[in-house]
């Protein structure tokens, strides 16, 4: 059974920092393009973060641009959210994510393009 868990979220205050971490099971992810993406009450799922298999491609949401920095560990089959200077409109459920593979290349920003989610995980910023 192909998993995605997701940990590292709480409640902090806001211009605090976290990270998030998502750890993949039952496959290697290492030639996929992996994720985040957030949604908040009564939104729609948003685009945060994504990272080609090799990590040579990035893209970010410009939300989150200089504040968000996303990483990934094949060889832990992981992906890593590091997120600084949180606001409150960061409050949210953070999902991780993963395509099936698709290519070196191939790094969606719209849910609809990934095949794999995690149950997500808490992030809430006080004011």
């Known amino acids: 059974q192909v998993q995605l868990v997701e940990s590292g979220g709480g409640l902090v205050q806001a211009g605090a920092s976290l990270r998030l971490s998502c750890a993949g099971s039952g496959r290697t992810f290492s030639s996929n393009a992996m994720g985040w993406f957030r949604q908040a009450p009564g939104k729609e799922r948003e685009f945060v973060a994504a990272m080609s298999a090799s990590g040579g491609i990035i893209y970010s949401a410009d939300s989150v641009k200089g504040r968000f920095t996303i990483s990934r560990d094949n060889a832990k089959n992981a992906v890593y959210l590091q997120m600084s200077s949180l606001k409150f409109e960061d409050t949210a459920v953070y999902y991780c994510?993963?395509?099936?593979?698709?290519?070196?290349?191939?790094?969606?920003?719209?849910?609809?393009?990934?095949?794999?989610w995690g149950q997500g995980t808490q992030v809430t910023v006080s004011s």
């Open positions: 994510t993963a395509t099936r593979s698709r290519g070196a290349w191939y790094v969606p920003t719209v849910p609809v393009s990934y095949d794999y």
